[in-house]
């Protein structure tokens, strides 16, 4: 089948595009509001951009709390969204008003962070301090704004659970990372973890 996105006619009973770009890792993205208040939300919208600097990204899909109180405070966290935390994944997800709790709604441990001003989860076998460093509204073909926020942060801290590391290495196969496919559809990243050597001249 083909077709064309400016008409989105594909016949499907759900749009296909987010599950073809999968999996997708999971932002479990950790902030503070200038009131005090914590917030922690997923974001499938998430990944790694440079190791040198250490660059990663979450898109906010309209302007979320996320996106406010990271762009207020200029810092924010990245749990890892793991297979035993996958339900509390889901339950920091429910939308709330701004100032709720997702950490007691979700019933998880917010940590402070050591160099940045953010929380993160305590159960999670890893996390991300990170600094803003840009906000950035993508354009379409038509040079219009999209309705998403790309939100850039340099890492600073690497939390790494002594539970996950085997042979000097994280082991995915314990660390378990969940992936959004699409859909209602989720993904276990460590279920079937293989080694595949690249190429050499």
Same mark, same amino acid.
């Given at each position: 089948?083909?077709?064309?996105?400016?008409?989105?006619? *594909?016949?499907?009973?759900?749009?296909?595009?987010?599950? %073809?770009?999968?999996?997708?890792?999971?932002?479990?993205?950790?902030?503070?509001?200038?009131? /005090?208040?914590?917030?922690? #939300?997923?974001?499938?919208?998430?990944?790694?951009?440079?190791?040198?600097?250490?660059?990663?990204?979450? @898109?906010? #899909?309209?302007?979320?709390?996320?996106?406010?109180?990271?762009?207020?405070? $200029?810092?924010?966290?990245? @749990?890892?969204?793991?297979?035993?935390?996958?339900? *509390?994944?889901?339950?920091?997800?429910?939308?709330?008003?701004?100032? &709720?709790?997702?950490?007691?709604?979700? $019933?998880?441990?917010?940590?402070? /962070?050591? &160099? &940045?001003?953010?929380?993160?989860?305590?159960?999670? !076998?890893?996390?991300?301090?990170?600094?803003?460093?840009?906000? %950035?509204?993508?354009?379409?073909?038509?040079?219009?704004?999209?309705?998403?926020?790309?939100?850039?942060?340099? &890492?600073?801290?690497?939390?790494? @659970?002594?539970? %996950? %590391?085997?042979? $000097?290495?994280?082991?995915?196969?314990?660390?378990?990372?969940?992936?959004?496919? /699409? !859909?209602?559809?989720?993904?276990?990243? /460590?279920?079937?973890?293989?080694?595949?050597?690249?190429?050499?001249?």
């Amino acid at each position: 089948m083909f077709y064309r996105t400016d008409t989105n006619d *594909h016949g499907m009973a759900h749009d296909p595009f987010k599950a %073809i770009v999968a999996p997708r890792p999971i932002g479990w993205i950790g902030t503070k509001g200038r009131d /005090g208040s914590l917030n922690l #939300s997923p974001y499938s919208f998430f990944n790694i951009v440079s190791d040198s600097p250490k660059l990663v990204m979450f @898109s906010s #899909s309209g302007r979320k709390h996320s996106l406010r109180n990271a762009e207020e405070a $200029g810092v924010f966290t990245a @749990s890892l969204a793991s297979r035993h935390l996958a339900d *509390h994944v889901n339950a920091s997800s429910a939308p709330v008003d701004y100032g &709720v709790n997702e950490f007691e709604l979700a $019933g998880l441990t917010a940590a402070m /962070g050591q &160099v &940045v001003d953010a929380p993160y989860v305590a159960e999670a !076998y890893t996390a991300l301090e990170c600094r803003l460093t840009e906000i %950035i509204q993508p354009k379409g073909l038509d040079g219009e704004k999209a309705q998403s926020f790309m939100v850039f942060g340099e &890492v600073v801290g690497i939390h790494i @659970s002594e539970e %996950i %590391i085997r042979d $000097g290495r994280i082991a995915m196969d314990l660390a378990r990372p969940i992936a959004r496919m /699409g !859909y209602m559809d989720y993904a276990d990243g /460590g279920s079937d973890v293989f080694q595949i050597k690249r190429p050499t001249r």
